[in-house]
């Protein structure tokens, strides 16, 4: 029980000792989750690396320059050819040594992981991440086939590549390859509000998001 004399008090009826002080002030302060960093999240589309009709013969085909800018990167392959034949993607120092060495072919694409033999008709995918560096796509008939004369094989290969906002891709961190981890490597809204982003970014690197009082 305080003294009647305080300053502030409310005396009740019928317990004059009593009494109640003012409600304590209370401050109410909003808080939010935004994205506070690599907010602007790159676009990813297929962009066409090659497409070509070329007489066969029994010398390797060889396509450099399919180069992967962010971990998970897709590779789609589309062959068609009146005959079977091999198809694999090499990194491109092992695929260089092929035009002095064409018969080291087989021991060549025995270790890849992106390889088809004996296809005429096909499309396939294959992904790589930045680490495996430059590739090569390679064709050649296959060896017990006879090759016709005059007559074409198609090839066309397409690859995911950023096609927008691309800065976090060459990042030292390349958030633009963590995210594309999470999300398979499907093309990102450009209307994903910045709480989806960090819903996504936060999973990998919590610097990328934090709370931000409004």
């Given at each position: 029980m305080l003294p009647v004399s305080v300053a502030?008090?409310?005396?009740?009826q019928p317990?004059?000792?009593r009494h109640f002080l003012a409600p304590n002030d209370v401050r109410i302060q909003y808080y939010s989750w935004n994205c506070v960093q690599s907010c602007d999240q790159p676009d990813f589309g297929w962009v066409q690396q090659v497409k070509e009709k070329y007489e066969l013969t029994k010398i390797l085909k060889i396509y450099d320059g399919l180069v992967p800018d962010h971990d998970g990167a897709q590779l789609s392959i589309r062959v068609k050819s009146p005959v079977p034949m091999a198809v694999a993607v090499l990194p491109s120092?092992?695929?260089g040594q092929l035009y002095g060495q064409p018969e080291s072919f087989e021991s060549a694409v025995a270790n890849s992981s992106c390889q088809q033999r004996g296809v005429q008709s096909s499309t396939s995918q294959c992904t790589?991440?930045?680490?495996?560096?430059?590739?090569?796509?390679v064709l050649v008939p296959e060896a017990s086939v006879n090759i016709p004369n005059h007559k074409n094989a198609e090839i066309e290969v397409q690859a995911v590549k950023c096609v927008d906002n691309c800065a976090a891709c060459r990042a030292p961190n390349r958030i633009c390859g963590?995210?594309?981890?999470v999300i398979s490597?499907?093309?990102?809204p450009r209307v994903m509000t910045s709480v989806a982003i960090c819903e996504r970014l936060a999973i990998l690197d919590s610097r990328a998001c934090r709370t931000v009082r409004q």
């Open positions: 502030g008090e409310i005396l009740s317990n004059a000792g120092p092992i695929a790589f991440k930045v680490a495996d560096g430059p590739q090569s796509l963590a995210v594309m981890t490597a499907r093309i990102v």
